[in-house]
């Protein structure tokens, strides 16, 4: 059995799955979207945590 033949390949194909492990796959235009859809969970949390205003009470 050749451990040579192998290890080159498998080499290879490690440093490839680090390499893209490690980029930053976020595109420009999904950082406004990120933004967006984070700013409408800060609101859904806040409306969630704040208790019912005075003339919703019964």
Do not use: W
């Not at 595109?27 to 979207?33: E, F, L």
């Not at 700013?39 to 019964?58: A, C, E, F, W």
């Amino acid at each position: 059995m050749d451990i040579k033949k192998y290890f080159k390949p498998l080499l290879l194909l490690g440093i490839l799955l680090l390499s893209v492990g490690c980029t930053n796959s976020e595109d420009v235009g999904s950082n406004a979207a990120k933004s967006e859809s984070e700013q409408n969970i800060r609101v859904v949390l806040q409306k969630l945590s704040t208790g019912p205003h005075d003339d919703q009470k019964s």
